[in-house]
């Protein structure tokens, strides 16, 4: 996954993901309206998708999107498998879903790629080593959550980023001048984004970064004790499982003044935008 989504991976990935963003933008501009979460979740699965299993929608005679969408709709929902529940909607979603991922990967062991390019690609030379402990079954359940948690997640927090943007004139104002500054400084106005403009955004990630603090898109993670762990006058048992809240810290007052408050300059001081014990919006580890 690194391989792809890592530091070099998303280097390379810049310019597509620009390119799709573009495309989305011009065909949303002719458009009375738009559902923004919806389409932003369609145009981060489509990107996604490719990206991890060289999917093209417009080429499937099936639409794997709308599997992934039954499954999150049921996800939270009384365990009645019933047909029309949202339950039952849900199990289907995700066996449709499982049915469509197995067939492509078997697809693509039968029809091997010279070049690795796509998760696919990794997963069947990692299961052909000798003494891998990676099985087709678990790589097509680590495939399904990623598909489902790159897009559900991202999507919501880019709706949220709009709706703080359209409240907030004074931080749109900002953010487009940093925006403008940098197309002005091109030699080609009409050249890509590069990954140093990208990297030169630090209004930009200020946003970011107070987005996913307010949005707290991940209201709950999940963690097993390894060991007893010992906190204040308590003691967690080992093998317990432990619930982290981040809205917890993210609207600490101690920890953020006027938590509340959406403010990206209040992250003017801080040295890094990665995960923390104050700021874990998607969770803990490298983002």
């Not at 067939?103 to 070049?115: A, G, T």
């Amino acid at each position: 996954v690194l391989t792809l989504f890592g530091y070099d991976g998303l280097k390379k990935m810049l310019p597509q993901a620009e390119l799709t963003a573009n495309k989305r933008l011009e065909l949303w501009s002719n458009q009375e309206s738009v559902e923004l979460k919806d389409a932003t979740a369609s145009m981060i699965f489509d990107l996604t998708a490719k990206k991890l299993i060289s999917h093209d929608p417009e080429k499937s005679s099936e639409n794997l999107r709308d599997n992934f969408v039954a499954f999150i709709q049921g996800l939270i929902s009384f365990p009645f498998n019933i047909p029309g529940t949202a339950y039952h909607k849900c199990l289907q979603g995700r066996e449709k879903a499982m049915k469509m991922l197995r067939n492509m990967l078997q697809e693509r062991r039968k029809n091997p790629r010279k070049n690795p390019s796509d998760f696919f690609d990794y997963v069947i030379e990692e299961i052909q080593k000798e003494g891998t402990i990676l099985t087709e079954e678990i790589a097509l359940d680590l495939m399904f959550v990623l598909l489902f948690a790159s897009f559900e997640t991202t999507s919501l927090a880019l709706t949220l980023a709009i709706k703080f943007l359209s409240d907030d004139p004074a931080v749109l104002k900002r953010l487009t001048e940093e925006h403008e500054t940098i197309l002005r400084n091109r030699e080609d106005a009409d050249s890509g984004l590069t990954w140093e403009e990208y990297k030169s955004m630090t209004y930009t990630f200020q946003f970011i970064n107070e987005t996913a603090r307010l949005a707290n898109i991940v209201p709950a993670i999940f963690r097993k004790a390894l060991i007893d762990i010992k906190f204040k006058d308590y003691t967690i048992p080992a093998g317990w499982a432990v619930m982290v809240c981040p809205p917890a810290v993210h609207l600490n007052p101690d920890k953020y003044e006027d938590p509340l408050r959406f403010n990206p300059s209040r992250w003017e001081e801080s040295k890094s935008n990665n995960a923390s014990k104050h700021f874990m919006a998607f969770g803990g580890g490298m983002r």
